[in-house]
T-cell receptor, first 114, second 116 residues
Framework: AQKVTQAQTEISVVEKEDVTLDCVYE???????LFWYKQPPSGELVFLIR??????QNEISGRYSWNFQKSTSSFNFTITASQVVDSAVYFC???????????FGQGTTLQVKP | DAGITQSPRYKITETGRQVTLMCHQT?????MFWYRQDLGHGLRLIYY???????DKGEVPDGYVVSRSKTENFPLTLESATRSQTSVYFC???????????????FGPGTRLTVL
């Protein structure tokens, strides 16, 4: 079965703190994709990153970084020096070619306080 | 570059009425999707379409009907709205590909539907 678990329901940090959002996935497929989306208070879903199962290189984009570890089936997301504008719900998602479906985690609500 | 749009953005209706939510994308993406987002359930797939005239059920299709006569449009119809269908509905699209590979799924702005 395909499953995505985001164990942290809500996280609250103070501005400039670093914060890591955890994502653990389950799949039996050898080829799959992992995604992170951001949903700010305005409600839209914004694509952040895509990772395929053959590429375990970590990625950094500005203050955002992603750590993909197949050995632990995790795809964690770190925000460095958080800002109030980072406050949002963040979703991790898994795509498997076998199912053709994008499976979402329950989301982590991040609140960054000034 | 309009991307993917949804209309209406907000809708209030009454139980038993028929409601159609529209989704339009300008990228000529093959795949289109409808999700609903509810507290405690995250995003759940209602229906999806791999191409014009090809649709398939997702996780929660009951009470919904879709059609796709044109690649760019994917309307979602609630034939007889119920209160349990009060939700935020997101349309999404992606390019698609062979061999189970995929491109990124992009989402519309959402439609907030309230059924009284």
């Amino acid at each position: 079965a395909q499953k995505v678990t985001q164990a942290q329901t809500e996280i609250s940090v103070v501005e400039k703190e670093d914060v890591t959002l955890d994502c653990v996935y389950e799949t039996r497929d050898t080829t799959y994709y992992l995604f992170w989306y951001k949903q700010p208070p305005s409600g839209e879903l914004v694509f952040l990153i895509r990772r395929n199962s053959f590429d375990e290189q970590n990625e950094i984009s500005g203050r955002y970084s992603w750590n993909f570890q197949k050995s632990t089936s995790s795809f964690n997301f770190t925000i460095t020096a958080s800002q109030v504008v980072d406050s949002a719900v963040y979703f991790c998602a898994l795509y498997s070619g076998n199912t053709g479906k994008l499976i979402f985690g329950q989301g982590t609500t991040l609140q960054v306080k000034p | 570059d309009a991307g993917i749009t949804q209309s209406p953005r907000y809708k209030i209706t009454e139980t038993g009425r028929q409601v159609t939510l529209m989704c339009h994308q300008t990228w000529s993406h093959s795949y289109m999707f409808w999700y609903r987002q509810d507290l405690g359930h995250g995003l759940r797939l209602i229906y999806y379409s791999a191409a014009a005239d090809i649709t398939d059920k997702g996780e929660v299709p009951d009470g919904y009907v879709v059609s796709r006569s044109k690649t760019e449009n994917f309307p979602l119809t609630l034939e007889s709205a119920t209160r349990s269908q009060t939700s935020v509905y997101f349309c999404a699209s992606r390019v698609g590909g062979a061999g189970g590979l995929t491109d990124t799924q992009y989402f519309g702005p959402g439609t907030r539907l309230t059924v009284l």
